[in-house]
């Protein structure tokens, strides 16, 4: 058995932190590991674990630059600026439905990507990424390596954002594949998470164990066997969730 300190600010950070005006983004504490797209497009940054797996999806369905990258990272002054040009140009109406709030978009983790099919006007707030044709192998592919589609028409009202058939947020494998069967969006998965106390009960999946850990203290240690491979993240609201595999070899075949 091997110890593991979980700490409060990891409530902040990860893969799986859920951010929305009821949850803004915490600036204070960063963890950025952005790297461009590729050489084409070297201002459109993602974080470097989700690139990897992007660029994956995208060869293994030969988009053939098909499929263009239009937003990725953005610093809070990117947000802010954006959010007040749309303003003026679309109207407060406009902006509510498909602009988040600074502080409140995904864009300022680098774990979301709006994504277009190539065309010679793209709009970048709403690019086209129609649900038929190479788009549609896309979202079929991508979460199998850990991508949603996270802004769907049917739960528009639980994320109160508008259907964004463009944005694509990565949460990580298995947590894209669960939810993609559970046909969970993100808020309802954070909660849905809450039911696997570590030590309580646990969410099985394939050769996944995954559990949530409620932070109300500063420090919490856990236990582990000493063959278990280790994930954590947060979800940005109480606590932390620990996803575990015992043999790393397995993840290929899945």
């Known amino acids: 058995m091997k110890k593991i300190l979980l700490k409060k ?29 590729n050489e084409l497009y070297t201002k459109i940054l993602l974080d470097y674990n989700a690139n990897l797996e992007l660029h994956k999806v995208l060869n293994e369905i030969n988009s053939k630059n098909n499929i263009v990258p239009v937003s990725g990272y953005r610093s809070l002054d990117e947000q802010e600026e954006l959010y007040r040009n749309s303003i003026k140009e679309n109207g407060e109406e406009f902006t509510k439905k498909y602009v988040a709030y ?43 390596s850990g991508f949603i589609e996270r802004y769907k028409k049917e739960k528009e009202n639980i994320t109160h954002i508008s259907s964004e058939e463009w944005h694509f947020r990565y949460v990580g494998y298995p947590h894209s594949k669960i939810m993609s069967e559970m046909n969970f969006c993100l808020e309802e998965y954070i909660d849905y998470l809450r ?3 570590l030590g309580q009960n646990t969410l099985s999946f394939k050769e996944y164990e995954i559990n949530f850990v409620k932070m109300n203290e ?37």
């Open 102 to 144: 600074p502080n409140c978009s995904e864009h300022q983790t680098g774990l979301a990507i709006d994504l277009g099919l190539a065309q010679e006007n793209i709009d970048y707030i709403r690019p086209s990424f129609p649900y038929t044709g190479i788009c549609e192998a896309f979202r079929k592919k991508s979460v199998e």
């Open 195 to 197: 039911k696997f106390k």
């Open 9 to 37: 600010e990891y409530v902040y950070l990860g893969n799986l932190i859920l951010v929305n005006r009821k949850h803004p983004l915490q600036e204070k504490i960063k963890s950025y590991n952005l790297q461009p797209f």
């Open 218 to 254: 500063d420090i919490k240690e856990i236990s582990i066997e000493d063959n278990e491979v280790l994930t954590i993240s947060g979800n940005n609201v109480d606590g932390v969730i620990i996803t575990k595999i015992s043999n790393l070899s397995q993840r290929k075949g899945k």
